[in-house]
T-cell receptor, first 114, second 114 residues
Framework: AQSVTQLGSHVSVSEGALVLLRCNYSSSVPPYLFWYVQYPNQGLQLLLKYTSAATLVKGINGFEAEFKKSETSFHLTKPSAHMSDAAEYFCAVSDTGANSKLTFGKGITLSVRP | DAGVIQSPRHEVTEMGQEVTLRCKPISGHNSLFWYRQTMMRGLELLIYFNNNVPIDDSGMPEDRFSAKMPNASFSTLKIQPSEPRDSAVYFC????????????FGPGTRLTVL
């Protein structure tokens, strides 16, 4: 069974600081990996995805993530946090089949201090 | 383009009552998912449909929960009888053909069972 681990439940950064949200995966086969974002009182929105092409993936709003097989990681980063980045972020994994469903992590809340 | 539409947005009911949540997926999408989100358990997949057929309902908590998808543009999630522990936000999501993991979420229905 596939799974993702997001350590911690809350990260707080200052506006303009680096954002780093960690995600480690467990999978017996090369997975597809995703980051979703949930703004307050909204549904989840796809931020970026890794589907075995380039290991550095760029997403919306200046976020990017790097797939590192040796570390079984897919950490999300953004060089400079903005107040509007405050949200909950979910890492998710699936296998590579056409009809494979997502397995989400527990999510991590990002707060941005002025 | 209209996104995934869910109704109602908020539902408050008393224990023992029947609750029906509704979802209209994005036109052209052929996979539909029902999720439940709570603080304690995070985001849980309840059931998903592909081409209107239930594929995996292993996440449905018990017989009180049922879901239908009578056509490509409509799905319902029913709880009968409802219990206070069913209080949660219920999300519907849909995805396009052959991109099942690129899920588009609706705004959710916040259910409170008193």
């Amino acid at each position: 069974a596939q799974s993702v681990t997001q350590l911690g439940s809350h990260v707080s950064v200052s506006e303009g600081a680096l954002v780093l949200l960690r995600c480690n995966y467990s999978s017996s086969v090369p997975p597809y990996l995703f980051w979703y974002v949930q703004y307050p009182n909204q549904g989840l929105q796809l931020l970026l995805k890794y589907t075995s092409a380039a290991t550095l993936v760029k997403g919306i709003n200046g976020f990017e993530a790097e797939f590192k097989k040796s570390e079984t990681s897919f950490h999300l980063t953004k060089p400079s946090a903005h107040m509007s980045d405050a949200a909950e972020y979910f890492c998710a994994v699936s296998d590579t089949g056409a009809n494979s469903k997502l397995t989400f992590g527990k999510g991590i809340t990002l707060s941005v201090r002025p | 383009d209209a996104g995934v539409i869910q109704s109602p947005r908020h539902e408050v009911t008393e224990m023992g009552q029947e609750v029906t949540l509704r979802c209209k997926p994005i036109s052209g999408h052929n996979s539909l998912f029902w999720y439940r989100q709570t603080m304690m358990r995070g985001l849980e997949l309840l059931i998903y449909f592909n081409n209107n057929v239930p594929i995996d309902d292993s996440g449905m908590p018990e017989d009180r929960f049922s879901a239908k998808m009578p056509n490509a543009s409509f799905s319902t999630l029913k709880i009968q009888p409802s219990e206070p522990r069913d209080s949660a936000v219920y999300f519907c999501a849909s995805s396009p053909p052959d991109r099942i993991n690129e899920q588009f979420f609706g705004p959710g229905t916040r259910l409170t069972v008193l």
